[in-house]
């Protein structure tokens, strides 16, 4: 069973840079045609896709979120990042790290973390 964790600081200042972590375990980040993504949750609003990083290493972003959005990954921890700049209150978010064989809708994803809450406050 492919378990997923998200770790990183809960609270970001406005301009700054978001970074959090996902660390897989049970599975491998590396294993063909999986797809380890971002996806957040504002409050009050639906789950938004930020982007993903293949099993190949390609990365691709949501369009409204790709100027300011990198995703990479450390295989030998088994973990990939999210960055996230220029972070404004719209970010603040609960914020999931996910994975699925294929590309399937955002909420139709085979693995979840638990999601972590950021806050982008002053």
């Known amino acids: 069973q492919v378990q997923l964790q998200e770790s990183g600081p809960g609270l970001v200042k406005p301009s700054q840079t978001l970074s959090l972590t996902c660390t897989v375990s049970?599975?491998?980040?590396?294993?063909?045609?999986?797809?380890w993504s971002w996806i957040r949750q504002p409050p009050g609003k639906g789950l938004e896709w930020i982007g993903y990083?293949?099993?190949?290493?390609?990365?691709y972003y949501s369009p409204s979120l790709k100027s300011r959005t990198s995703i990479s990954r450390d295989t030998s921890k088994n973990q990939f990042t999210l960055q996230l700049s220029s972070v404004t209150p719209e970010d603040t978010a609960v914020y999931y790290c996910?994975?699925?064989?294929?590309?399937?809708?955002?909420?139709?994803?085979?693995?979840w973390g638990q999601g972590t809450q950021v806050t982008v406050s002053s």
């Open positions: 049970g599975g491998s980040i590396t294993t063909n045609y999986y797809y």
């Open positions: 996910a994975s699925s064989g294929g590309l399937p809708p955002v909420d139709q994803y085979d693995y």
């Open positions: 990083i293949a099993y190949s290493g390609s990365t």
